[in-house]
């Protein structure tokens, strides 16, 4: 059973630059979560994404927005980096319509950092 | 707005003993449910239980079990027989109003020593 996959699995990247996180849902799930965990901190939820829409928006700028793809992958995108964005991005996956749908399974994350 | 706190930043134990980790949560909700999930250095956030708030029983996982006490808005995580791949940073989280958000607390570094 495939879990949740997520690219790559570290980023570098420089002020005002933009990028793209990818994230591949566990076997069988619909729908995606990004959170943010600063380091020594819980995350923090971005968005979720089901039926290829944006479900719900947690408390972050614009400048991060996100996609969901018909196989039902994920991406997040974020635009002009600060210094402030570096973080691990965290996917978690869940089966939207199912009794246990309220539990997400996390993927191994990507560290970004900005310079 | 849902909260969720961890008092204890860092505890410890030793192999085959018992640990006890604590948290608390606050929500307006009747019905809800709640998480803990272990982090160990690798970073893969794994998920240890889950509680439902309708459900009196508390949840267990072969040496993972929790009290969950509804009115106290407490729910710890005990770890018996403790094993040195249980050191991990230790988070609780409840899943927000609308189903598709977990809200998490700070987090509880959990220590091993053989």
């Not at chain 1, 879990?3 to 420089?14: A, W």
């Not at chain 2, 606050?26 to 690798?42: A, G, I, N, R």
């Amino acid at each position: 059973d495939a879990g949740v996959t997520q690219s790559p699995t570290h980023l570098i990247k420089t002020r005002g630059q933009q990028v793209t996180l990818r994230c591949s849902p566990k076997s069988g799930h619909d729908t995606v979560s990004w959170y943010q965990q600063a380091l020594g901190q819980g995350p923090q939820f971005i968005f979720q994404y089901y039926e290829e829409e944006e479900r719900q928006r947690g408390n972050f700028p614009d400048r991060f927005s996100g996609h969901q793809f018909p196989n039902y992958s994920s991406e997040l995108n974020v635009n002009a980096l600060l210094l402030g964005d570096s973080a691990l991005y965290l996917c978690a996956s869940s089966l939207a319509g199912d009794t246990y749908q309220e539990t997400q399974y996390f993927g191994p994350g990507t560290r970004l950092l900005v310079l | 707005a849902q909260t969720v706190t961890q008092s204890q930043p860092e505890m410890s134990v030793q192999e085959a003993e018992t640990v006890t980790l604590s948290c608390t949560y606050d929500t307006s909700e009747s019905d809800y449910y709640l998480f803990w999930y272990k982090q160990p250095p690798s970073r893969q956030m794994i998920l240890v239980i889950r509680q439902e708030a309708y459900k009196q029983q508390n949840a267990t996982e072969n040496r993972f079990s929790v009290n969950f006490q509804k009115a106290a808005k407490s729910f710890s995580l005990k770890i018996s027989d403790s094993q040195l791949g249980d050191a991990a940073m230790y988070f609780c989280a409840i899943l927000n109003q609308a189903g598709t958000a977990l809200i998490f607390g700070k987090g509880t570094t959990l220590s091993v020593s053989s």
